[in-house]
């Protein structure tokens, strides 16, 4: 009689483990199956040291147009939206009492000229006089106060028509900067008064125009040292648009959609780097002829701080990220694959620069490396590289320090 065996649980489970196998990937090498991938030469080429930021754009120059009388505005002069330039009549405001006080100072003043005119050749007739004791000197002193009281009381006419003429202008209200206007909360027939928190309206200097942006303390050094160079340049494209980074030039430079980028420079940097968040502020100065920038808008910034002339370079898909590093697969002439781990130096625009690891010429496996482990076979699929199918490397972008 034969004895029945009863195994645990657990053994059943791995004995169909077993009988599963293993997994593809393990298994491949044995095989000797060429796996398809596609492949990228690596190539040496310069390349651009780079920051990134997410920037906003200001304009140079914003100005709250304010009165600085009181008075009812007569006549609005400029619309909406308005570009204007400097010295730009805007608005006007009621001038008929500002002017009659105009009128009265000069009335003073004509009144008071006259008589210290008087005065003067009163003085002239009794200075003789009293020379060859004709006239007395208490007379001559006398004549001498008037002309001196008067003269002080021609400066003080001067100066209140000069005031009332400081008034008068200021119911003529221009323009101090060149830009374009935003919203006129003062209309026809407003009551208008200096000390009211609400603008008249605004204007925005329009070009040049500033993109504002921070980089980190890390960075500061860096980007102080190139600026030193004179080898920096900015670069900034429209956010939230879909566009691609892009390196920048000698200048600072914005991409938008639709259009070509515009290219800029440093203008600024803060004296301090900020407590709270670690940055240091920067301002790009960039042309804006055309308007295509807007202040308010947030726009992603590009600082090149150098051009690297003879960089390792090869796409971004061929560098996958293990527990241990980055590493690539390069492909040998007898079409089998290496394991090679390389140090990324920066990344830019889908581009890595290796530090280690390859050198130019060197083939490497772009999209298909799943299933690859060191040794297994493949083969080379023409057309176009495509993504890899462990998706897109995380790898860092920012200056090689």
């Given amino acids: 009689m034969k004895r029945s065996v009863w195994l645990p649980y657990w053994a059943v489970g791995v004995g169909l483990f077993i009988a599963a196998g293993v997994p593809a990937h393990a298994q491949n090498r044995g ?25 906003r754009i200001e304009p140079v120059s914003a100005v709250a147009v304010r009165p600085r009388i009181d008075g009812v505005v007569s006549s609005v002069d400029v619309a909406e939206g308005q570009i204007v330039t400097a010295g730009q009549v805007l608005l006007h405001l009621d001038d008929r009492q500002a002017t009659a006080m105009v009128r009265q100072a000069r009335g003073t003043l004509q009144r008071d000229q006259a008589q210290l005119d008087q005065a003067k050749r009163d003085l002239d007739r009794l200075a ?16 001498t106060a008037a002309v001196e009281s008067l003269t002080g009381t021609v400066l003080a006419d001067q100066g209140a028509l000069d005031n009332a003429e400081t008034v008068l202008s200021f119911t ?17 027939g407003n009551a208008v008064r200096a000390a009211d928190p609400t603008p008249l309206l605004s204007i925005n200097q329009m070009d040049p125009i500033h993109a504002v942006f921070a980089v980190p303390q ?36 914005i991409a938008l959609r639709g259009g070509e980028p515009i290219d800029g420079a440093i203008a600024f940097i803060e004296n301090e780097i900020d407590a709270e968040t670690n940055m240091l502020g920067i301002k790009a100065s960039l042309a804006n002829p055309s308007e295509r920038l807007w202040p308010g808008e947030f726009v992603d910034v590009t600082v090149t701080l150098r051009v690297e002339p003879g960089a390792i370079v090869v796409p971004e898909e061929a560098v996958q990220l293990s527990q241990t590093g980055s590493y690539v697969f390069v492909i040998q002439p007898d ?67």
């Fill in 218 to 253: 890390a960075d500061a050094l860096a980007l102080r040292e190139a600026m030193a160079a004179g080898t920096t340049s900015v670069r900034v494209s429209a956010n939230a648009q879909g566009q691609d980074r892009s390196a920048g030039s000698s200048a600072g430079s």
């Fill in 335 to 401: 079409d089998t694959v290496r394991f090679r781990p390389v140090e990324i130096a920066w990344s830019n625009k889908g581009e890595a620069v290796i530090r280690t690891g390859l050198a130019a010429g060197d083939q490497v496996v772009l999209s298909g490396q799943m299933p690859l482990q060191d040794g297994s076979k493949v083969r080379i699929q023409s057309g176009s590289p495509g993504q890899s199918e462990t998706g897109p490397s995380s790898l860092p972008s920012g200056p090689a320090l």
């Fill in 128 to 143: 003789p006089l009293s020379a060859k004791d004709f006239a007395s000197r208490a007379t001559l002193d006398k004549a």
């Fill in 172 to 188: 003529t209200i221009t323009a101090p900067i060149a830009g374009r206007i935003g919203s006129i909360n003062a209309k026809l």
């Fill in 31 to 55: 095989e000797g199956r060429a796996h398809a991938v596609t492949a990228a030469t690596v190539t040496l080429k310069p390349m651009p040291v780079t920051l990134n930021a997410l920037g």
